[in-house]
């Protein structure tokens, strides 16, 4: 339905968008194959965020029902919003908290792993940090005793890159609540490990 193909690592990020995202979805409502090109901008980056909270077998079909609900909800979103990212991000996160106990158990299992060694170096990006795929079993037994809510906001933070207000946007939560909520989590994680992997210049 919208495209059999997922585009590039990072075709939305970093690029003009025209036309908008919200022209597009605008545009969606009367005539349904324009939302194909949010599929596109937006799929590779969305399954990649999935992946890296409930590992790569569950993600093709969470990141696809994503943009089935988008798609069934194009009708309610904010036209002054020009950029989609931060609701596709939302609908994502509650679909993978349908899988909470999903995910959970993949960060438990991970923690039962013997560490392999990192030869990625202080240049890896924070996302690699936080993947299901790379993760470290000290760094999933501290998200593992993470809040639901906490978790969501370290993730979309780390791995999805978003800003404060990206969050807020996607959680339906205020700003100062996505800050309170990331110290949180990255307080709990320097205290079980005893320094935060996510910081600048962190190592597992």
């Not at 495209?3 to 003009?16: I, V, Y």
């Not at 409502?29 to 790569?56: K, M, N, Q």
């Amino acid at each position: 339905m919208y495209g059999s193909h997922p585009p590039a690592p990072g075709t939305a990020q970093g690029t003009s968008l025209d036309p908008s995202d919200a022209a597009l979805i605008a545009q969606s409502r009367d005539d349904p194959e324009c939302f194909a090109v949010i599929f596109d901008r937006y799929f590779a980056e969305i399954h990649r965020y999935v992946s890296s909270r409930l590992g790569t077998g569950p993600a093709d079909d969470v990141a696809a029902e994503t943009f089935l609900a988008a798609f069934s909800q194009r009708h309610r979103y904010d036209t002054a919003r020009a950029q989609a990212r931060a609701w596709l991000y939302g609908i994502a996160t509650n679909l993978v908290r349908r899988h909470r106990r999903t995910e959970v158990r993949a960060y438990r299992a991970l923690e039962r792993t013997p560490a392999e060694a990192d030869s990625g170096g202080h240049a890896d990006r924070v996302a690699d940090r936080v993947s299901a795929q790379r993760m470290q079993p000290r760094l999933a037994a501290a998200l593992a005793g993470l809040s639901a809510g906490d978790r969501d906001v370290l993730l979309l933070v780390a791995y999805g890159e978003l800003s404060y207000d990206e969050v807020a946007l996607a959680l339906g939560i205020p700003a100062g609540t996505v800050g309170s909520r990331l110290n949180r989590a990255r307080r709990h994680l320097r205290r079980v490990l005893g320094h935060d992997p996510l910081a600048s210049g962190g190592t597992e």
